[in-house]
């Protein structure tokens, strides 16, 4: 695939998406937005891949999506036409079902923090600078900056950032638990890169389940979710991986995974 405001690779069984607008900082365009989503539907159909990085450059993670876009739109553009305009890559990370690893360096700010919140994990380079700075657009977050982001840092912290739009340094971010952990900025890429091969090197349908019953208890009560999580469980003794990866304990071996 050809893109214009991203850039793909693969590297075995690990896949990165490079947000490529430096220009804007990265701003979430509607056109970047869809080619995050097309590449998000290539990596998901390929059995190849077993995790996905989505990052930026050295200053912007994304500075949010295209405010010069935006000022365009009157309420019933933006209601109707339900801005952003069903813009693929949303949608397509919500609903993207392996794990994806956020590896943010420099702003991730608005639209930027709520996709990567919309990532599985947060890595985050010692520059980066994390917050939801709508409020000072008149505006508010649309893309789960309201809702992701008290449920990652708690209600008085969110509360805090959505309202008054300051940024919060990298430190800050990894003490509230928003990000996994901080690493320095030259060493950003390679600790994503070893966390994706580590968590791609798993077996798929187990990293899958993981994913999908952790985030079950988002959405159901304790007891409804240890249920969620019980059934997935039992689900992994029909995998190949399962006996494999017991016997490969038993046997003293690294377990030859084939993510079946
Ligand atoms: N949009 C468009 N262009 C942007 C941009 C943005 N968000 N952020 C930066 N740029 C552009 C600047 O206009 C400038 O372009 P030129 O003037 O050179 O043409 C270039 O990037 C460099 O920016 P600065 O000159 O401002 O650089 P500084 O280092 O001085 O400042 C900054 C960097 C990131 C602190 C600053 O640019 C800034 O405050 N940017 C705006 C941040 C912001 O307010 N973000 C929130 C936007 S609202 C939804 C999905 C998403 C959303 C809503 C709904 N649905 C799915 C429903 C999201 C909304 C938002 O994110």
């Not at 977050?141 to 805090?160: D, F, N, S, W, Y």
């Not at 638990?177 to 966390?195: C, M, Y």
């Amino acid at each position: 695939m050809i893109y214009e405001h991203i850039r793909t690779e693969t590297d075995g069984r690990v896949a990165r998406i490079t947000l490529d607008r430096p220009e804007a900082m990265n701003a979430l365009s509607v056109a970047l937005m869809e080619e995050v989503g097309q590449a998000l539907a290539l990596f998901g159909a390929d059995d190849g891949v077993g995790a996905v990085i989505i990052t930026g450059n050295e200053k912007a993670f994304a500075a949010g999506a295209d405010i010069k876009d935006m000022a365009r739109l009157d309420y019933t553009a933006a209601m109707t036409r339900d801005f952003p305009f069903n813009a693929g890559g949303w949608e397509a990370l919500n609903r993207f079902r392996k794990p994806v690893i956020a590896a943010v360096s420099g702003v991730c700010l608005g639209g930027g923090c709520e996709l990567a919140m919309a990532c599985d994990l947060i890595i985050a380079a010692d520059n980066a600078r994390f917050g939801q700075p709508e409020v000072k657009l008149g505006i508010m977050p649309g893309a789960g900056g309201t809702q992701r982001l008290v449920r990652a840092i708690g209600k008085a912290k969110a509360m805090e950032l959505c309202l008054t739009g300051r940024m919060m340094d990298a430190g800050e971010a990894e003490r509230a638990g928003l990000v996994a952990f901080v690493t320095p900025l030259d060493s950003l890429q390679e600790r994503a890169l070893e966390t994706a091969r580590t968590i791609a090197g798993h077996s798929l349908p187990s990293t899958m389940m993981i994913k999908e019953s952790v985030n079950q208890a988002f959405e159901s009560p304790l007891s409804s979710g240890l249920v969620f999580e019980r059934r997935l469980f039992q689900g992994t003794f029909a995998t190949a991986d399962q006996a494999e990866g017991m016997a490969a304990f038993v046997e003293k071996r690294r377990p030859d995974f084939s993510h079946r």
